[in-house]
């Protein structure tokens, strides 16, 4: 059974950087697209960032372009995204997906397996 593991948000100020991680214990996340996707309060669960079963990286709007990274670790069956000059609209909460042929197209829906963690950008 699929259980996310989202870590790594906090308060930050407006500029700052967070690294999030994901990981699933017990199952492997190597052959799989694993994303980044983010709720707002009172908005939709929007895509941030995705990388492919080839590492290839599928981009969600321009919000990240410039800002964010998202990269696997293998060794440790995690992904993580490294983010920084965080703004005040980055503040969410932040859940991984995953999916086993290719990132989902954006407005795809998408199965949530964790509770994800909340990053707050704030002064």
């Known amino acids: 059974q699929l259980q996310f593991v989202e870590s790594g948000g906090g308060l930050v100020q407006p500029g700052g950087s967070l690294k999030l991680s994901c990981t699933a214990p017990?199952?492997?996340?190597?052959?799989?697209?694993i994303g980044w996707f983010r709720q707002a309060p009172g908005k939709e669960l929007m895509g941030v960032l995705c990388?492919?079963?080839?590492?290839?990286?599928?981009h969600y709007g321009d919000s990240a372009k410039g800002r964010f990274t998202i990269y696997r670790e293998n060794a440790k069956n995690t992904v993580y995204l490294q983010m920084t000059s965080l703004k005040p609209e980055d503040t969410a909460t932040y859940y991984c997906?995953?999916?086993?042929?290719?990132?989902?197209?954006?407005?795809?829906?998408?199965?949530?397996w964790g509770k994800g963690t909340l990053v707050t950008v704030s002064s």
């Open positions: 997906i995953l999916d086993e042929i290719r990132c989902p197209a954006p407005g795809h829906k998408v199965d949530l």
């Open positions: 017990g199952f492997n996340l190597d052959p799989y697209a």
């Open positions: 990388i492919e079963r080839d590492n290839q990286i599928t």
